[in-house]
């Protein structure tokens, strides 16, 4: 896929906000002591998520956790060329 792909599949299926509402989901349903965190005041970037295509069937889409102005991690959702959610993966430095 080429940047201009990538950039109409984010427009296509929404994943900004799919982005947002699965980190949102994900904050609601899970306490501090389970995501390892001190406390929930997180901020993701989804304006510019870093990519990766995997396997040619699928691609992952990567943005930055940050917590007091410090990178405390990041935040992966993987789609399906049919822009399905697939996986998300939340990784704590």
């Known amino acids: 896929m080429t940047d201009l ?3 109409d ?3 296509v ?3 900004q906000q799919k982005f947002i509402k699965s980190f949102r989901s994900l904050m609601e349903q899970n306490t501090c002591a389970d995501l390892d965190i001190s406390h929930k005041n997180i901020s993701i970037e989804t304006i510019n998520l870093d990519f ?3 396997d040619g069937d699928s691609i992952a889409f990567k943005s ?3 917590q007091g102005g ?3 991690g990041y935040y992966r959702l993987v789609f399906g060329l049919n822009g399905e959610l697939i996986d998300d993966f939340l990784v704590i430095y």
């Open 5 to 7: 792909q990538i950039k």
């Open 9 to 11: 599949f984010i427009a």
């Open 13 to 15: 299926y929404d994943i």
């Open 52 to 54: 990766e295509l995997l």
């Open 64 to 66: 930055q956790m940050d």
């Open 70 to 72: 410090n990178k405390i």
